[in-house]
Structure formats: C-alpha cells, structure tokens
C-alpha cells in the first residue's frame, strides 16, 4: 500500500505511535508497523517483541538484525532485495527468501531450525552458535550442495 514512501511523520504528539528513522512502532514499541523505503540497515528496537512487516519487500534493507526478545513475526517471508546480512537472534519461525543474501547468523537463542526456511542462492558465510543442535544441520545441507 505504502510501499516506497521513505518518511514518515505524525503532527503534534501521537498516543498511539513511536516513529524513529521513518519506522512505525507502537506507542510502548512492542510492535514494528512498518519499515520505510530506503532505509539501509535495520535493527530492531529491544522492547520490540511482534514484527507485522509485511512491507519489507519493498525496501532496500541490507542489513537485518532480530534480537532475542522478538516472538513473533506477522509475515509469510521476509523479502527484500537488497538484503546482504541476516541476523537472527530469536528462536521464531522465519521464512527468508533473498537473492542478495550473503551472510546469515544465528544467535545463542537459536536451538531449533525446524521451522526456518531460507531461500538464498549466494549464500557464502553461514555462523550458528554452540547451543543449536548437530541434527539440525542436515536442514542446510541442500543449501551446500546448490552453491556448486
């Protein structure tokens, strides 16, 4: 709907919405809106806890950062063109798809892949902590083997 509108801004002061660097949260900002067109790196607020991001492909978001606080995400994939670097801090379902994506970490609050589905087909540097476990790894072998 509002795809690549880059500045977002409310008059006088808004009792239901935060705005920082154009993104929309609530008030209390546990919850990320919206994400403007333009904006290159984004890391999520601490406070924030639900991201209803649908938007995201529609921007030019290099880099991504989750942080552990984070439970849920409201979008089928996140998408994004330009997205390089992915880092996942939560233990959530995410379903990635990037043709851009290079690098994509997993934080210590990751134990369980079973429900992360990446799509990135240049894919070069992949970092899991040492809590996540060995069975989940086989999920990545196909992307190993699609890089040759």
Known sequence: MFGYVKS?????????FYVENGCIYSKDKS???????????????PETKKLYVSNLEYTNIQKLVIPENVE???VHFISSQGLKELEINANIR???????????????????????NISANKLTTLTFSDELKIRVYRNFLYLRLLEK
């Not at 977002?8 to 239901?16: H, R, T």
């Not at 919850?31 to 607020?45: F, R």
């Not at 798809?97 to 992360?116: A, P």
């Open 72 to 74: 849920s995400i409201n």
């Open 31 to 45: 919850i990320l809106y919206y994400v403007p067109y333009g904006l290159d790196n984004l890391t999520i607020k």
């Open 94 to 116: 995410v379903n990635v798809q990037s043709n851009d994506l290079t690098s994509l970490k997993y934080g210590s609050k990751v134990t369980n892949l079973e429900n992360c």
């Open 8 to 16: 977002v801004s409310f008059e006088g002061q808004n009792e239901n």
